[in-house]
């Protein structure tokens, strides 16, 4: 009881030094300003960079597809073992003289094969898988694009959540050591017996809870720099500062506008129409089923009996034939059929799936401009409201020093003018990310 005590009678600084609230505002002797946290993020972050890796995939299923144009060269080599050797029999010839009888195979055959296959025509296959490839970077691409708009609106994010968590330490901080000298004023006029104890006991309880307040404050602002090195990918326990940013009045257009640039710039637009473009390739690539196949072959052989592959009697020594092959799959109780129709069910999906993503764009873009317009007329309404309580404040303690109030009316101005300054940056900082939001819902960052 005696440590409570002395706790209660320190002053207001020291106060403030006991509670670990300082550490999360020491940063790097460089300040982070808001450009440079989207550069760094856009350079460094993790997904991004495996989404750069995608790209990269696509490139090599790109040549992977137009390899398919080339001849290939395959080589075999076999052995077979048969059972038995087959012999002719004797032919007699008259006069006592006859063909004898001779062995028509060996068990022991070798053979080496090298082949050349060059395809013709494919039914469009090998063309229309080239070109979806070729799409699937279009679509790595978008998707990249898509990536960059969610970094850059995650890193503003965590960039003004680490000034809206220290303007809450700030506002945290004053409370307590509003509350501190309250409570220095409440015990002297306890000692000399002109307020009851529970006056006294009232303004320490919120002391006590002030101070609760400010250590989830201050936890709340290591989290956000946590959030923001995560965004950076940089170390979790980074020391961050970064750098207030100051917004000029922004002229809202008209929602019709704003619309249109949306569906303009925004990536997820394009890369559904890249993705229709896919599924009419995919059409395409179903329906070369119905097609005879067309390759030419070429095969340069040697056989013999040995492994050494020299020829034998059974055997030549090398021998070559060429052949077109024409190979058409005619009937397979509409399985080809049936995967068309597949992808053109994919299709409508597709379009139909734009024209829900449109939906989402315009209710994406209403919801940040009304966001920005409330943030708007906020922030002056706030600023007022802080004014007035620190006002109210002032004149409460003046009155509880003169002891024509109690010490309930002092504490009620402190939580309001807590609350106004809560409500003024809360404003302050929801106008920067709801800009950001338009932005990203725009298509821009």
């Not at 989830?216 to 940013?245: E, G, M, Q, T």
């Not at 059409?283 to 040995?306: H, N």
């Not at 009937?331 to 379009?351: R, V, Y």
């Amino acid at each position: 009881m005696k440590f409570k005590a002395l706790m209660t009678w320190m002053p207001a600084a020291f106060l403030l030094l006991m509670i670990p609230v300082c550490e999360c505002l020491a940063g790097e002797n460089n300040e982070y300003t808001l450009e440079e946290s989207i550069a760094e993020a856009l350079e460094n972050n993790w997904a991004l960079k495996a989404k750069k890796e995608k790209i990269e995939q696509a490139g090599y299923a790109k040549k992977q597809a137009g390899a398919e144009f080339l001849p290939k060269l395959s080589t075999s080599y076999s052995y077979t073992r048969l059972d038995k050797v087959s012999r002719s029999a004797a032919v007699p010839l008259g006069l006592g003289t006859q063909i004898p009888a001779r062995d028509n195979n060996t068990q022991d055959n070798y053979q080496w094969k090298f082949t050349v296959t060059q395809p013709l025509f494919t039914g469009f296959a090998l063309v229309t898988s080239y070109q979806l490839a070729k799409l699937g970077i279009d679509q790595t691409e978008l998707e990249l694009e898509q990536e960059k708009l969610d970094i850059a609106l995650k890193a503003k994010d965590a960039y003004f959540g680490i000034l809206k968590a220290d303007k809450a330490l700030e506002v945290a901080q004053k409370a307590v050591e509003s509350l501190e000298s309250h409570v220095r004023v409440a015990r002297s006029f306890y000692k000399v017996g002109m307020i009851p104890i529970n006056d006294l006991l009232k303004a320490e309880v919120e002391l006590g809870n002030a101070k609760y307040d400010l250590v989830k404050a201050c936890n709340a602002c290591r989290l956000a720099r946590s959030a923001f090195n995560i965004v950076l990918s940089r170390p979790i326990s980074a020391p961050v500062v970064v750098k207030d940013v100051v917004l000029l009045k922004l002229s809202i257009r008209d929602f019709e506008d704003y619309l249109t640039d949306a569906f303009e710039n925004r990536p997820e637009m394009e890369l559904l129409d890249v993705n229709i473009t896919q599924t009419e390739k995919q059409i395409r690539l179903a329906q070369s089923a119905f097609f005879p196949e067309v390759a030419l072959q070429y095969d340069y052989i040697k056989e013999g009996d040995t492994p050494g592959v020299a020829g034998s009697s059974f055997h030549d020594d090398s021998l070559w034939q060429a052949m077109a092959v024409a190979t058409w799959t005619f009937w397979e109780w509409g399985k080809t059929l049936n995967a068309a129709k597949e992808k053109e069910s994919l299709k409508n999906e597709l379009i139909l799936t734009k024209k829900a993503l449109e939906d989402s764009i315009s209710l994406e873009v209403k919801d940040a401009v009304l966001a920005l317009e409330e943030a708007e007329k906020n922030i002056p309404t706030t600023e007022k409201a802080v004014e007035q309580a620190e006002e109210n404040l002032r004149v409460s303690q003046e009155r509880y020093k003169a002891q024509v109030t109690t010490s309930t009316e002092v504490l009620d101005a402190q939580t309001l003018l807590t609350q106004a300054r809560t409500n003024y940056y809360n404003a302050v900082y929801d106008k920067k990310l709801a800009r950001a939001r338009l932005k990203r819902a725009l298509g821009t960052y």
